[in-house]
């Protein structure tokens, strides 16, 4: 976990790149980010936006690749969900940003490539990899970090490398699942999703608009 206070969103970019976008199983493949400062539900989408923009120049510079919006939404979600991958590209980043909650939860983040190093070879697991673990939990434990998501004073971000096992990808993925520890339906647990697709640097995007609905909107989907 990194507390953020007078670090500039650029900073920031620098200080998780390597980690997300990691090459090898040394890195954890995901970034805690913690707020210190006070913020509106506003200026926090824009630290999302403006985090995207500058990693998305830091991978031209390292793969000459961009990133790009797969989806950004803000949703009111208490639901636990098994360990997976999000649908995206087969390289991609996801960033999720927790709003001040009461509602008690944790993400648990397991690292499938140093699991496949169990195996007799890791092609002997990534050839039936699936976006959802379908085997017992039990055997991600020694691979699994938790990290607590939701703070009643703080915002925060995890950054984390949302890539499937493919020929074509640069960097290691990793699997995610949320567990909500106190489920209270009258009250709200508010997470900002941006899903990053890694595309080719030259590829023509229409970002502006997915940004501004995104920025401008107070939608909380369900």
């Known amino acids: 976990m990194m507390e953020v206070k007078n670090e500039t969103i650029k900073q920031l970019a620098e200080k998780s790149f ?10 954890p493949g995901f970034m805690h980010l913690v707020f210190s400062e006070e913020l509106t539900p506003y200026q926090f989408r824009c630290i999302l936006t403006d985090l995207k923009k500058e ?8 793969f ?24 995206a590209a087969d390289q ?18 397991a690292d499938y490539h140093a699991y496949a190093e169990t195996y007799k070879t890791p092609e002997d697991y990534y050839s039936t990899f699936s976006p959802v673990f379908k085997a017992e939990d039990d055997l991600l434990k020694p691979f699994t970090s ?5 703070n009643k004073n703080k915002y925060s971000i995890v950054i984390l490398n949302n890539s499937s096992p ?10 995610h699942k949320a567990r909500i520890l106190n489920k209270d ?13 890694v595309v ?23």
Not at 55 to 62: C, R
Not at 166 to 175: A, C, Q, S, W, Y
Not at 185 to 197: A, D, G, T, W, Y
């Open 146 to 150: 938790k990290i607590s998501t939701a």
């Open 64 to 87: 000459n690749k961009k990133l790009d919006y797969h989806w950004l939404v803000r949703f009111d979600q208490q639901e636990n969900t098994p360990f997976h991958v999000d649908n």
């Open 92 to 109: 991609s980043i996801l960033m999720l940003g927790y709003e001040p909650s009461e509602i008690k939860s944790e993400l648990q983040i």
């Open 200 to 222: 080719e640097a030259d590829k023509i995007t229409e970002y502006e608009i997915k940004e501004n609905r995104f920025l401008n909107n107070n939608l909380i989907s369900k």
């Open 166 to 175: 493919k020929p074509n990808v640069d960097t290691l993925g990793v699997f």
């Open 18 to 27: 390597n980690t997300v976008f990691r090459t090898t199983t040394e890195a």
């Open 55 to 62: 990693l998305s120049a830091l991978t031209v510079s390292k």
């Open 185 to 197: 339906l009258s009250k709200s647990r508010i997470v900002n999703s941006m899903v990053l697709n």
